[in-house]
């Protein structure tokens, strides 16, 4: 499967032309920086993020019509590299297979604006008394080298560990944050999307899903696994709750941005909704209050007494 993705990929760069794409006349003509039509693929693990701030756009905006279609990453992907999308909305950076054929084709990358920071997080049904493990172990389970039950022999049995596809962002971020680029060599229980992986982890004992912090942050069903591990300067980090704030200050592993990718590099549409989704002051305190970090908001932490 990530094979065919990765050919595909190729397929589409080798049509691309090397100079940088412009809005054909009918777009120029349809359109301002706030009126217009414009389809918006994002990433379907981060559609409920957004769907409260572009109904503050429409508000605002009223000559602009916006129409959001959730799809898969490596999808929103494509169809940006092929000239067919003008704003995707994705929870991933570039993959390095995207990377290095944008490069070796001289595809110039795309002007983004960061939204927020999101994280990648493990949740365990409650049936499972789990609470830590560190970045070292979970790899070793991930490549098949140890299981749970190596480390954790109080378990009674082995967790399904679930999983969106592998076109998603959550695993693609699986791959690049957990396994620095090797897939994973142990079974995964793949379903549909982002959302499936919640219902099912709250449904079925013995389950971790793979998901985003901002999925599970105000869900008392499953149970985030805090995760100790070494950081960029070599102090390790214990274990801390999975939270906003130890995201802000670093103290968690696996910080996920989320971009919005324009097409073109002009003050145009798609331009006006990136920019408004990454810096409105309402939009940047949303993110805040599902339990993420925003992008553009200044964060003051109070410790606790």
């Known amino acids: 499967m990530i094979l065919r993705g990765f050919c595909s990929l190729l397929c589409l760069l080798l049509s691309l032309s090397a100079c940088s794409p412009r809005q054909s006349a009918p777009e120029r003509q349809a359109e301002s920086p706030t009126s217009g039509t414009l389809e918006l693929l994002c990433d379907e693990a981060i559609v409920p993020l957004l769907q409260e701030p572009l109904l503050r756009f429409d508000t605002l905006y009223p000559d602009a019509h916006l129409r959001l279609i959730p799809v898969s990453a490596r999808d929103a992907m494509r169809e940006l590299l092929a000239l067919r999308a003008r704003l995707v909305i994705l929870a991933r950076d570039y993959l390095p297979d995207e990377d290095s054929l944008m490069r070796a084709y001289g595809v110039p990358r795309h002007p983004r604006v960061k939204l927020a920071e999101d994280a990648l997080v493990f949740f365990a049904h409650p049936a499972i008394r789990l609470d830590t493990l560190n970045t070292t172990q979970l790899r070793a389970i991930f490549r098949g080298e ?152 200044r964060i003051r932490l109070v410790p606790e007494e």
């Open 146 to 297: 140890k299981r749970f039950r190596d480390f954790f022999p109080q378990l009674a049995r082995e967790p399904v560990l679930v999983c969106p596809p592998p076109p998603s962002s959550v695993y693609a971020n699986l791959v690049q944050y957990v396994l620095q680029g090797i897939p994973p060599r142990v079974p995964l229980l793949i379903v549909p999307s982002a959302d499936s992986v919640v219902r099912y982890v709250t449904a079925t004992p013995w389950s971790i899903g793979i998901g985003y912090l901002s999925q599970v942050a105000h869900l008392r069903e499953v149970r985030p696994l805090e995760l100790g591990f070494v950081d960029s300067s070599g102090a390790y980090i214990s274990p801390k709750p999975v939270h906003q704030s130890y995201v802000l200050l670093r103290k968690y592993p696996y910080v996920v941005p989320i971009y919005a990718y324009m097409r073109d590099d002009l003050r145009d549409l798609p331009w006006t909704v990136a920019t408004f989704l990454g810096t409105d002051a309402e939009v940047q305190r949303h993110f805040l209050q599902l339990g993420i970090v925003p992008a553009f908001a």
